[in-house]
């Protein structure tokens, strides 16, 4: 027997389609037809679809290639799982409600495929299974609870359309979000830019897939990305852009592009690291009557700067702030740092006229970073001396270089053999005096050094962000080659990012009290929710019955938030449907 479309007129005159499989009762002595998968009314698919009828004709064809493909593989070496810690993704895509904008996506392409459903299993497939899109569908298309209804071929279309799309989607979700959580807070905003790496061949390069080194260390065809959150850490929008290309100018064209999408008059105050901060983009913030907090490279400062710094007057020790508790147990706060401030006008060159600003200089001592960066010193010495003269000549010192001197007696380095490598020990000691020391600009005067160091010390979650896209959603190497199929990709990757922080920020959070009776906010790690995400699954034991496993805490939360009793080990599949409703 086999799977087959099934027409059936009913008595309002309209037809309901259904896919059927006939199964043989050996006791009746004829086949009784089963429903598999019901579709709908054929007038309502003809609004998604141009033909229906062949493209579910065409469908029961595929299920039955994929049952007898089934029915003649050996043994599984496990028992096939449902993935079920998407429904924390399903159900925020749920409350935004994105369809809308899809359904006028689907009526332009009259493709007939769903590009919605294309959308959300990409979205939750980078969140929970990682993979290239062909391994993806191959491994999750049947294990989620939600039954998808396009081929491998019409997901490639889709991503396609997706990445023409790109932009839309973005200002659509930002949309969304504002109706659902309220107005963003765009006081501040976080930028930093990263590069990702293709498996592709280095002819198929582009005006984005420049070839140059990404920040792993893979020579090779690269892209850039920059990526903008707002106050909360939440992602805002992210720009594309040519791999080996200068990352600062990237920083004004998003805050321009931000601005003008909300229409914002007021001031935002831009935060980034030392990678941004230019003479550029602080004349940019200031013209256009914004605010900017950057860190800044000491150890390449003027020379009256540095005798600023490494003066003793100005300095003030923090020591930790101990609770009640700590205080009345005779608990003595420990040294966590030293801090210098200081006002003074400062002047950047720019297209030949000088610019002057008022700025507040933040400057830390930190002596675990001092650690840090000795340490880290002394091993790149201790490479460097490893390295052959040959080495040496072909530039294959790299950061270390600076730490070096090549002296011949005849000037002739490239054909000298009396040519000598020789630690410049003078730089190693102008470099020794500011270990551990970083500093921070900012045009905010009027904000005291907590509130500096708090609104910068934000930025480690833009660093994380980065960090997630890399490794746990493994954003590269990117597997697809043409523009949009990239630009599709990076989509449902910032996408997914984007909701993991949604959950992270708004929908798993409570308050409640810590031991000594003080309010707390009770909230999950990023990792933590996608490690949820990933291994909570449910495996079935037969009667329509399936055994749960993956508890957390995140779970928890989850019940705690949504007051559901979701935490029990054996589920009906009614039972499962709880999960995704709101």
């Known amino acids: ?60 064809k595929r299920m039955e290639e994929k049952r007898n493909v089934f029915n003649n593989e050996g043994i599984p070496y496990i028992t096939p799982e449902k993935r079920l810690g998407y429904f924390l993704y399903h159900r925020v895509l749920k409350k935004l409600n994105l369809s809308p904008l899809f359904d006028t996506f689907d009526r332009e392409s009259k493709a007939q495929y769903k590009i919605e459903e294309i959308f959300n299993f990409l979205t939750y497939t980078r969140a929970i299974y990682p993979a290239s899109k062909i391994e993806s569908f191959n491994r999750c298309y049947d294990s989620y609870f939600e039954t998808y209804n396009f081929s491998d071929s019409q997901m490639y279309a889709g991503l396609q359309k997706l990445g023409e799309e ?31 790496y293709f498996e592709i061949d280095q002819d198929c390069f582009d005006y984005y897939k420049q070839s140059g080194p990404s920040k792993e260390n893979h020579i090779g065809a690269i892209i850039g990305m920059g990526l903008l959150l707002d106050a909360e850490a939440i992602p805002y929008t992210y720009k594309i852009y040519p791999g ?30 030392k990678g941004l901060n230019s003479a550029e983009n602080i004349i940019d913030a200031k013209r256009n009557g914004d605010g900017y907090i950057f860190s800044r490279q000491v150890k390449r400062i003027r020379p009256e700067e540095k005798a600023t710094i490494l003066s003793e007057e100005g300095w003030f020790d923090v020591y930790e702030k101990l609770s009640e508790k700590d205080i009345k147990d005779g608990k003595t706060a420990s040294y966590l740092y030293s801090i210098k401030v200081w006002i003074d006008n400062y002047d950047y060159e720019f297209e030949n006229k000088t610019h002057t600003y008022r700025e507040k200089r933040l400057v830390i001592y930190s002596p675990s970073y001092a650690k840090k960066e000795k340490l880290e010193r002394e091993k790149m010495l201790l490479n460097a ?15 270390a270089t600076k730490y070096y001197d090549l002296v011949s007696e005849d000037g002739n380095l490239l054909n000298s053999k009396n040519t000598e490598f020789v630690r410049r020990n003078s730089k190693i000691a102008e470099d020794e005096e500011m270990d551990g020391i970083y500093m921070i600009v900012t045009s905010e005067i009027n904000l005291n050094y907590e509130q500096i160091r708090e609104i910068y010390g934000s930025l480690w979650e833009i660093e994380e962000s980065f960090r997630i ?51 707390i906010t009770v909230r999950h790690s990023a990792s933590e929710i996608i490690k949820f995400a990933k291994h909570f699954k449910a495996f079935p034991i037969g009667n329509e019955k399936y055994h749960l496993t993956g508890y957390t805490d995140v779970l928890k939360t989850f019940e705690i938030v949504t007051k559901k009793k979701v935490n029990k080990r054996v589920q009906s599949e009614k039972e499962l449907k709880n999960f995704f409703t709101l």
């Not at 896919?19 to 598999?36: E, H, L, R």
């Not at 998003?254 to 105050?269: L, P, Q, S």
């Open 385 to 399: 001396d490893k390295k052959t003269l040959g080495d040496i000549k072909r530039d294959r010192l790299g950061t």
């Open 1 to 60: 027997m086999a799977f087959q479309l099934k027409q059936t007129k009913q008595r309002n005159g309209r037809i309901y389609l259904e896919i059927v499989d006939s199964v043989y009762i050996k006791s009746k002595g004829y086949a009784v037809p089963t429903v598999i998968k019901k579709i709908g009314y054929l007038d309502d698919e003809q609004k998604t679809y141009v033909d229906p009828i062949a493209f579910y004709k065409a469908e029961a």
């Open 166 to 196: 790109s932009q839309a989607v973005i200002e659509y979700v930002n949309m969304q979000y504002e109706n659902v959580y309220g107005k963003r807070d765009l006081s501040k905003t976080y930028f930093d830019c990263s590069n990702f």
């Open 244 to 273: 080996n290309g200068d990352e600062r100018p990237i920083h004004r064209e998003v805050i321009a592009d931000m601005k003008e999408a909300n229409n914002i008059r007021g001031k935002v105050i831009r935060v980034a690291d």
């Open 469 to 519: 896209l890399k490794t746990q959603f493994e954003t590269r190497p990117i597997h697809v080659s043409t523009l949009n199929a990239i630009f599709g990709h990076f989509l449902t990757c910032y996408v997914a990012l984007f909701l993991t922080r949604v959950l992270q920020k708004k929908e798993l959070v409570y308050k409640s009290k810590d031991e000594n009776g003080k309010e």
